[in-house]
């Protein structure tokens, strides 16, 4: 194993699987349902429900349009505080219903936010949402594989169209990158918006006999919804003010990130798939400099860094910005869409994948023979 790190992440993903041999100790709070978030927030959306292959937790996903031949499908992931449909599907400002037709996109909500209800842990972490995310990507290339008669399942081969693209904004960004990291078979391309990567912050490990604080409730603020917006006039007031309304409404209750130490894993080397960095000029949470090291470090073939000018973190939702971002994004995933070796390292990404595979399962069961696995995850 050439990295230890990534060892180690390998292992307590495979401790995720014990979620679902483990009895519930507790009941999350009780969130919104299908029905109580406005309707003005899902206009335009079709919903669905794909429940988890770890402990059949349900995921809620959300997609625009039906599956095409001439459409790349793409999975977007929202950050560390506000779920997917304010983010991405704003009324007047919608990004999901601004894709053209030659993209399918589809959003998801991590556990405990939005539409997807808190599991029986009432936590979220970096493990959960890579293999969440991981599931959510072969739910997509699986249903567009039937959807147009295709052969296969649309995962195991490095060329099929179906296989689609996966873009995180924020601390998204970085799950989006652990995720491609770890299953770079089930992504076409990577696209890292306003990421937080920072090669030289440690992550501390939680303390081992934390009784931690459960499923207690802690209220979002109207101010939290407003403080990704830095620049003057980049953004109206009644949009700023409409994005927060969205936020309060659909996210009232923070969702509790535990287990950030696994963000350590993250190595840009080891992320083989094209990939694009795009965020705003001005963003106050991604210097250049640690942006520099993750772009230099990804070794996925073609790749591509966008830094939008006049803007900061939710660039997308910005006057003037969001069109620039948009065909950005649009034209790197249309960038050479044929089966290109030289983009995609087939043989490379399956030698890699068969080795992370024996060395987790190896890694699993020296775990099993040391610790009570229910105590990685309170």
Known sequence: MKNPRVFV?????????????????????????????????????????????????????????????????????????????????????????????????????????GLTPPD???????????????????WIASRHSQELGLEGDGISDDCNPVIPSLLGWSQGAMVAQLTAQLYAKDINKLVLFGSLYDRDYIYKRQPIFSEGVGCSVIENTKEATLEDFTIEDSISREVAFKFSKACLETDPFKARWVNLHEFNALNPSLVTRPSMIIGGQHDPYSEESKILHLFAGIDGGDKS???????????????????????????????????????????DAKEEEEEKEGNT??????????????????
């Not at 939008?308 to 997308?316: I, K, M, P, Q, T």
């Not at 699993?364 to 023979?369: A, K, M, N």
């Open 9 to 113: 992440l390998l292992v307590l993903i495979c401790q995720i699987g014990a979620l679902a041999l483990s009895t519930p100790k507790s009941v999350g709070p009780i969130r919104h349902t299908i029905d109580t978030i406005p309707a003005e927030y899902k206009r335009g959306l079709t919903t669905h429900i794909v429940n988890s292959s770890v402990d059949g937790h349900p995921l809620t996903v959300y997609s625009v349009g039906e599956p095409s031949k001439t459409s790349a499908p793409l999975l977007l992931l929202h950050g560390r505080t506000w779920s997917s449909l304010p983010v991405y599907n704003l009324p007047g400002s919608s990004t999901m219903r601004g894709f053209p037709n030659k993209v399918t996109p589809y959003m998801m909500d991590f556990r405990g936010f």
């Open 361 to 378: 399962r190896r890694g699993f069961d020296e775990i099993v023979e040391k610790d009570d696995l229910n105590d990685f995850f309170i």
């Open 120 to 138: 029986d842990a009432c936590t979220v972490s970096p493990a959960k949402c890579a293999i969440d995310c991981r599931d959510v990507l072969r």
């Open 305 to 347: 860094w966008v830094s939008l000018g006049g803007s900061d973190h939710a660039s997308h939702l910005l006057e003037g910005v969001g069109d620039r971002w948009m065909k950005a994004v649009v034209g790197f995933l249309e960038f050479g869409r044929e089966c290109n070796e030289s983009m995609i390292k087939v043989a």
